[in-house]
């Protein structure tokens, strides 16, 4: 059962404006890469389902994290079916995310009042998840659907859009500095964040000042 309602879970992803995102077989690496995340300031966090048993690591992440840090709010992504996705609310996923739109998903997370951002690519896409209760609309693959113009361009006659280009955002000040400014209520960062060299190394320290250097960034291209 999730700790955090939806509407929480959305004020705080929209207040923030980041929401790293990884995947570790590892569940004591996945641990210091969410605490790393948290310190940085980032307490919504993506855990995907990508890997072959991702499902038993996320629910011993879960429970290490509620004793480590209860303010952050887990969630899984990469998720393609409703079956998936029930699997993880019932290990606690505070919300669920996809690389593109199931309206099954979107059902299955009403009902239980957890935030659904499904992948969309086109402005059809997105008006269609809105229709289902999408309040955060996840534009997926980020850079290839038209990078920040796109977001700009479908923000022009739907000013409500609330986006979050994934795929394509780097951990720069220009690259987040231009989503922001273009019209993105949030981004999401995997690699760029949490990048494989400073995972082999363990350089958790680094992931939570590149973090903390993200979240700056987005709130100093939002007071522009």
Not at 18 to 31: D, G
Request: hydrophobic share 45%.
């Amino acid at each position: 059962m999730a700790r955090f309602m939806r509407l929480e879970v959305i004020n705080t992803l929209l207040d923030i404006g980041l929401v790293p995102l990884f995947y570790n077989a590892e569940v004591e690496t996945s641990v210091e890469l969410a605490s790393a995340c948290a310190r940085g300031g980032a307490k919504v966090i993506e855990f995907t389902n990508r890997g072959e048993l991702a499902y038993p690591v996320f629910t011993e992440l879960i429970k290490r994290m509620v004793k480590a840090d209860p303010t952050v709010i887990l969630g899984v992504g990469s998720i393609l079916d409703a079956p998936t996705a029930a699997l993880y609310i019932a290990s606690g996923a505070n919300f669920v995310v996809g690389p593109s739109f199931n309206p099954e998903i979107a059902r299955l997370c009403n009902r239980r009042k957890i935030l659904y951002m499904p992948g969309c690519a086109t402005e059809t896409e997105i008006s269609t998840a809105e229709e289902f209760g999408a309040e955060i609309c996840k534009i997926f693959p980020g850079e290839t659907v038209g990078g920040p113009a796109f977001v700009k361009g479908v923000m022009a006659p739907c000013p409500w859009h609330r986006l979050m280009p994934t795929g394509g955002v780097d951990a720069t000040e220009a690259s987040v500095s231009e989503w922001i400014k273009a019209g993105a209520a949030a981004v999401g960062m995997g690699s760029k964040l949490v990048s494989a060299q400073a995972v082999k190394d363990k350089d958790y320290d680094g992931i939570a000042k590149k973090t903390s250097d993200c979240v700056a960034w987005i709130r100093k291209a939002r007071a522009k």
